[in-house]
T-cell receptor
């Protein structure tokens, strides 16, 4: 069964303090690993899709990387508007289901 | 603009009163899905559909029904809602295997 574990559950940063969020996964035949941002009461907003180990993608202050067992979302010099819950999800080859982790709640203080 | 539209956004209903949450997408996507999100449990898949007339159960299908008569629409039906179905519901769509787009969510309270 596909599984996704995100850590930490919550992270508090000062503005400008860079850090990383972790997403560990087990899946039979990875078809895609997705990162989403979710603000309270809103739908998840797509950030990145990674398909194979070694792949990296960047968007503004965010950079996502992928290995065979985990993915990292690196946040460089975060701003308060980066505060949100970040969700990781995997789409396995043996299933048509997208399996989500429980998310990391990021708070960036000014 | 690419959109997944859900209605209603907010609903309070009583136990046993049938209700339908509609979902429509304008991206001609084959794949559509319903999720519920509960505190501490994250997003869990209820049902999904690979194409018209093709639906399958997700992780938490009990108490729900779906239909896919048209490519753009994927309604979620609660035949006899119960309080444990109080949750935030999301519809999503994708061109199979690619980026999955989510609607804005539907807050459902069953009293």
């Amino acid at each position: 069964e596909d599984q996704v574990t995100q850590s930490p559950e919550a992270l508090r940063l000062q503005e400008g303090e860079s850090s990383s969020l972790n997403c560990s996964y087990t899946v039979s035949g990875l078809r895609g690993l997705f990162w989403y941002r979710q603000d309270p009461g809103k739908g998840p907003e797509f950030l990145f899709t990674l398909y194979s180990a070694g792949e990296e993608k960047e968007k503004e202050r965010l950079k996502a990387t992928l290995t065979k067992k985990e993915s990292f979302l690196h946040i460089t010099a975060p701003k308060p508007e980066d505060s949100a819950t970040y969700l990781c999800a995997v789409w396995g080859g043996g299933s048509e289901k997208l399996v989500f982790g429980k998310g990391t709640k990021l708070t960036v203080n000014p | 603009e690419a959109q997944v539209t859900q209605n209603p956004r907010y609903l309070i209903t009583v136990t046993g009163k049938k209700l339908t949450v509609t979902c429509s997408q304008n991206m001609n996507h084959e794949y559509m899905s319903w999720y519920r999100q509960d505190p501490g449990l994250g997003l869990r898949q209820i049902y999904y559909s690979m194409n018209v007339e093709v639906t399958d159960k997700g992780d938490v299908p009990e108490g729900y029904k779906v239909s896919r008569k048209e490519k753009r629409n994927f309604p979620l039906i609660l035949e006899s809602p119960s309080p444990n179905q109080t949750s935030l519901y999301f519809c999503a769509s994708s061109a199979s295997g690619n980026t999955i787009y989510f609607g804005e969510g539907s807050w459902l309270t069953v009293v």
